[in-house]
Every structure is written in structure tokens, then in C-alpha cells.
């Protein structure tokens, strides 16, 4: 069966400092992988996808990057954290034609 | 572009009472629809979809017809418990399920 892997599962980061936020998908191949973030009481805004390695669309312009250095493995990073990227960060994979499978995300607290 | 709007929340309900949260949308042809469930502290889980017309997607209780005429997928269920407390997202996606819009979320506090 497929499982989803994010890491970590808390952080807390002071502004100004890096981020790399990692997520990897375990029995299947080719995933079309997904990037979120929920602010606190509120919906899910999609930050990026990427339907295969190297290939990365960015729905919002900001401070944040993500990589896909391997088939299933997919990377959100930021060189420089801002007090607004504080939130619940989500990521997620599916199969062409299928639903999306959530990680248990990241809780990531700038101080 | 495509949107999906819920009502807005926090829902209270009593045990064993009967549970509606509504969602509409509006898309381009003939998307899928679905419903989530996320815990406190956890990512999301699909909780049942849709895929056409007049489906009703069903699941631990839960169920949510599809209604092209009206362009809703409300979810209900007829008697909830303590452990269904959670936040609900109403979702869209186009065909390939490449991207999906969810709306924001309606939060459910059930009290014994």
C-alpha cells in the first residue's frame, strides 16, 4: 500500500533562517505531488505541484521554493523565513484520475 | 475559475444529532467531488467523492449526493458522535485531479 512521509512533524524557526521541509511517498511511482499551506483557522492555499522529477509549478509567488530531486520525494524550502510563513504545511500525492492522499504535515512556528 | 463555498462554522451539535454542512460550487463541465476530514492535528483524509451526476458517495455514516441541477454536495449524517469532531473540507477537482479547490473548512464540535 502507498504511505506518506512528512518531516518534521513541529518546527520552530527564527526570521531570517532557512527552511527544508521534506516529504516522500513509499509504493508508487510517477505521483503527481502537492504542496499546502493552512494558516490558522483557515483553508488550504496550494503553494506548489509537480507532475514528475524536475517539473515544479508555483500557484503562488512568495518566499518559498520546492524542489523534486527524485521521482517521490519532494522538497519545500525557503532561504530566508518571514513571520508570515508561519502556518500548517501540507503535502500531498495522487495518481492521474484519483484523489489526493494528505501527509500528517509540519506545524512550522516563526518567532 | 473554479470555487467551492461552505457554510461557514463552528457547527455544535449534541450526540445522535443529524448533521448537515452544505457546499456549493462552481465549475467548468463536470468535475469530482469530495468531502475530507481533518482531526486536530492532522493532515487531511478523503472521506468519501463523487465522480458524476446523481453519485452518492457514502462513508462511516457520512453521505454527500452529487447535484448537478442545484451545483451542491452536502454532507450529512444521521446521528453524530463525540469522535466525528473535526474540520470538514468540501473539495473540487477537474478531470485528471490534477489540482483541487478546497473551500475553507467547517469546523464540527460534537458534545456528549
Known amino acids: 500500500s502507498q504511505t506518506i512521509h512528512q518531516w518534521p512533524a513541529t518546527l520552530v524557526q527564527p526570521v531570517g533562517s532557512p527552511l527544508s521541509l521534506e516529504c516522500t511517498v513509499e509504493?508508487?511511482?510517477?505521483?503527481?505531488l502537492y504542496w499546502y499551506r493552512q494558516a490558522a483557522g483557515r483553508g488550504l492555499q496550494l503553494l506548489f505541484y509537480?507532475?514528475?522529477?524536475?517539473?515544479i509549478s508555483s500557484e503562488v509567488p512568495q518566499n518559498l521554493s520546492a524542489s523534486r530531486p527524485q521521482d517521490r520525494q519532494f522538497i519545500l524550502s525557503s532561504k530566508k523565513l518571514l513571520l508570515s510563513d508561519s502556518g500548517f504545511y501540507l503535502c500531498?500525492?495522487?495518481?492521474?484520475?484519483?484523489?489526493?492522499?494528505f501527509g500528517d504535515g509540519t506545524r512550522l512556528s516563526i518567532l | 475559475g473554479n470555487s467551492v463555498t461552505q457554510m461557514e462554522g463552528p457547527v455544535t451539535l449534541s450526540e445522535e444529532a443529524f448533521l448537515t454542512i452544505n457546499c456549493t460550487y462552481t465549475?467548468?463541465?463536470?468535475?469530482?467531488l469530495f468531502w475530507y476530514v481533518q482531526y486536530p492535528g492532522e493532515g487531511l483524509q478523503l472521506l468519501l467523492k463523487?465522480?458524476?451526476?446523481?453519485d452518492k458517495g457514502s462513508n462511516k455514516g457520512f453521505e454527500a449526493t452529487y447535484r448537478k441541477e442545484t451545483t451542491s454536495f452536502h454532507l450529512e449524517k444521521g446521528s453524530v458522535q463525540v469522535s466525528d469532531s473535526a474540520v470538514y473540507f468540501c473539495?473540487?477537482?477537474?478531470?485528471?485531479?490534477?489540482?483541487?479547490?478546497f473551500g475553507t473548512g467547517t469546523k464540527l464540535q460534537v458534545i456528549p
Open positions: 500531498a500525492w495522487s495518481l492521474p484520475n484519483q484523489p489526493q492522499h
Open positions: 509504493g508508487t511511482s510517477n505521483p503527481n
Open positions: 509537480s507532475v514528475g522529477i524536475g517539473q
Open positions: 465549475a467548468t463541465g463536470y468535475p469530482s
Open positions: 463523487a465522480t458524476k451526476a446523481d
Open positions: 473539495a473540487l477537482s477537474d478531470r485528471g485531479y490534477q489540482k483541487v479547490t
